[in-house]
């Protein structure tokens, strides 16, 4: 059983900073890829940043590049993305996935467990 959780979210203003962190359980017999997506309400749920196996690949999505930095520390099994320069088109639930590979996968469809979202507020 894998099971992914997030955490870090809360309200920030504009130009603010926010680090999120991502717990990963039951990954002792693999390294996964991860991800990041977000969802606000009546929207499809988008692609935010994901990384490879080793931390060696990243992918970002073309509206938080320069401003947001995925990594991680595959001893703690801990995935983090660091969100500097926020806007509030940024506010939305924030989501950690697993996929069941190693690549730095950018499809919702490639991932296989999800955590159960933070919310990230960005306004004055």
């Known amino acids: 059983q894998v099971q992914v959780v997030e955490s870090g979210g809360g309200w920030v203003q504009p130009g603010g900073s926010l680090r999120l962190s991502c717990a990963v359980s039951g990954s002792e017999y693999s390294i996964y890829a991860m991800g990041w997506f977000r969802q606000v309400p009546g929207k499809e749920r988008e692609f935010v940043a994901s990384i490879n196996w080793n931390g060696g690949r990243t992918y970002y999505r073309d509206s938080v590049k320069g401003r947001f930095t995925i990594s991680r520390d595959n001893a703690k099994n801990r995935v983090y993305l660091q969100m500097n320069s926020l806007k509030p088109e940024d506010t939305a639930v924030y989501y950690c996935?697993?996929?069941?590979?190693?690549?730095?996968?950018?499809?919702?469809?490639?991932?296989?467990?999800w955590g159960q979202g933070t919310q990230v507020t960005v306004s004055s």
């Open positions: 996935a697993a996929p069941s590979g190693s690549s730095a996968y950018i499809n919702d469809w490639e991932y296989d467990y």
